[in-house]
C-alpha cells in the first residue's frame, strides 16, 4: 500500500529556483497540449524541444518526471471524457476540464518532484539535484520502498511541503468472517454496529456541524469585505480560512476514523461495510443546514476514503455499500416503520421506538445476513438507543448522563471481556 510521510522543508534560492523552472516546464507542456487537443484532439506524449530545453535547468530525471506527471493528467482528462460521453461519469464529478496550469492568483505554483533515486535522506538533510542540501522537520513513519518525491511550496502557511511517497507491506489480512457495519450521515457522522457489541455506538455530528458553520460564516463576511473594500474575490486570510474549516472537520473525522477502526481491530472483526443512504437522510428534512452541508461540500468521499486506508493498515478490508437499501424497515421484523420525531423510528409491529441511525445501522447488517441471526430477536436485548459521542475538538466523549450506564469505548469493553 502506498503512504506519505509529510516533512517541511527549508526554504532557499536554489530550491525556488528549480521549484520555478519545474513549474515553466508544466505550464509550457500543459499550453502545447491544451492548444493542440482544443484544435486536433491529439498530441504528442513525449514533448522532445521542451524536454531538452529544460533537462539542463532542472535535470533531466526530473523533467521526465513532470512530463510523467502531465502525462497522468492528460490520461485521467481523457478517461473522465470518455466516460462523459458515455453517460457513466460518478455522480461526484460535475464537470470535467482539462489539467491546469501550476499557477495561481496570477503566481506560478512552486513545485518540484523528484525521482526515487534522485535524492537522499538522513535525520537532519534532504539532498537533492542540483546539489541542493536541505534541513526538514518531520518524522519519517513509514518505512519502505520509496517513490517519488514532490516538493511544493504552500503559500498559506508560506513553508515547503515535502511529500515522500513510501511502499509499504501490507499486513496479513485477519481472516474470518465478522464485521463491524456502519452507517454515515451527517447528524450522526457514523453510527457503528456489530454483533460483538451489545450497544451500538454513534458519532454525534453536531459539533463538527456547527463548526463548520461557523467558519462558513466568517468566510462569507471575509468574502464580502474582500469585494467590498478590495473589490478582490480572495485573499491569503480567506484561503486559511478555508483550510481551517477543512483542517477541523478532517481532525474530527480522522481521530472517529482511528478510534473505530481501532476498536474493530481489538474486536478481531476482519471487515468494515460502510453504508450511506442515497441523497439527504430522511429524518433530516427538517434540518436545513444539515441538507445544505450535504448538498455542498460534505466529503463522505474523504470519510470513505479514509476509513480504506486505516483499515489497510490494519489488514481490515472494507466493503461499500454505496446506495443500501432502506431504513424504512424494521430491522427485527422488516415491517415498514413509521418517522416519529428527530430521527426516531418506530415499528408498529414490535411496538418499539429505535433511533433512525440505528436501524440504518442494522439493516445494512442485515443486508450482508442471509439467515437472520438471533440477534434480530427483539428479546435479545439490542438495545434501541446507541451510545453516543460527542466531538470536543480534541476527543471523541460519551455523553454522561444516559439512562443506561456511563460507557466508554467499545475498547474499554472488551477488556471486559
Ligand atoms: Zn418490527
Known amino acids: 500500500m502506498e503512504r506519505t510521510n509529510a516533512l517541511i522543508v527549508e526554504d532557499s534560492p536554489g530550491l525556488r529556483e528549480l521549484a520555478n523552472n519545474c513549474a515553466r516546464l508544466w505550464n509550457e507542456v500543459n499550453f502545447e497540449r491544451r492548444q493542440a487537443y482544443v484544435r486536433y484532439k491529439k498530441f504528442s506524449w513525449y514533448p522532445k524541444h521542451l524536454y531538452e530545453k529544460y533537462a539542463p535547468m532542472v535535470g533531466s530525471a526530473t523533467a521526465q518526471q513532470i512530463i510523467n506527471k502531465n502525462n497522468e493528467a492528460w490520461k485521467s482528462f481523457l478517461e473522465l471524457k470518455k466516460l462523459e460521453a458515455s453517460g457513466k461519469l460518478p455522480p461526484n464529478i460535475t464537470r470535467v476540464s482539462m489539467p491546469r496550469y501550476w499557477k495561481r492568483n496570477g503566481k506560478r505554483e512552486l ?8 535524492y537522499k535522506v538522513d ?15 518531520g518524522e519519517l513513519k513509514w518505512k519502505g520502498k520509496r517513490s517519488r518525491l514532490e516538493i511544493a511550496y504552500d503559500d498559506v502557511d508560506e513553508v515547503w511541503r515535502g511529500f515522500m511517497s513510501v511502499k509499504v507491506e501490507e499486513p496479513p489480512k485477519g481472516g474470518g468472517s465478522k464485521s463491524l457495519y456502519i452507517d454515515l450521515g451527517v447528524v450522526n457522522l457514523a453510527t457503528v454496529w456489530a454483533r460483538e457489541l451489545k450497544q451500538p455506538m454513534a458519532f454525534s455530528g453536531r459539533a463538527t ?20 473594500v478590495n473589490r478582490t474575490k480572495t485573499s491569503r486570510g480567506l484561503r486559511r480560512m478555508y483550510r481551517i474549516r477543512q483542517r477541523r472537520f478532517k481532525h474530527a473525522v480522522n481521530a472517529m476514523v482511528k478510534r473505530i477502526v481501532d ?9 468494515i461495510i460502510l453504508g450511506k443512504l442515497k441523497g439527504v437522510r430522511n429524518n433530516n428534512h427538517n434540518n436545513g443546514k444539515a441538507n445544505a452541508m450535504v448538498n455542498n461540500f460534505w466529503s463522505f468521499e474523504y470519510i470513505i476514503r479514509r476509513f480504506k ?3 489497510e ?11 443500501y437499501q432502506t431504513s424504512s424497515l424494521c430491522p427485527t421484523c422488516n415491517v415498514k416503520g413509521v418517522r416519529r420525531y428527530r430521527g426516531l423510528f418506530y415499528c408498529p409491529n414490535c411496538d418499539k421506538a429505535i433511533n433512525a441511525d440505528v436501524v440504518g445501522a442494522l439493516n445494512i447488517a442485515k443486508g450482508k445476513t442471509i439467515i437472520p441471526s438471533p440477534s434480530w430477536d427483539r428479546d435479545n436485548g439490542l438495545v434501541a438507543q446507541p451510545l453516543l459521542l460527542r ?5 471523541w466523549e460519551p455523553r454522561r448522563a444516559m439512562s443506561i450506564r456511563p460507557m466508554k469505548t467499545l475498547g474499554a469493553r472488551i477488556s471486559r471481556l
Open 309 to 311: 486506508e486505516k483499515a
Open 123 to 137: 535525520l537532519e538533510y534532504l539532498y537533492l539535484p542540483k546539489g541542493l542540501k536541505l534541513r526538514y522537520k
Open 313 to 323: 493498515e490494519y489488514g481490515i478490508e472494507v466493503e461499500l455499500l454505496s446506495e
Open 111 to 118: 513545485r518540484v518532484i523528484v525521482r526515487n533515486d534522485c
Open 209 to 228: 456541524l456547527a463548526d463548520w458553520w461557523y467558519w462558513a460564516r466568517r468566510i462569507a463576511k471575509e468574502q464580502s469585505r474582500l469585494a467590498r
Open 391 to 395: 466531538w470536543n475538538g480534541m476527543n
Open 263 to 271: 476498536d474493530a481491530y481489538e474486536l478481531g472483526l476482519s471487515k
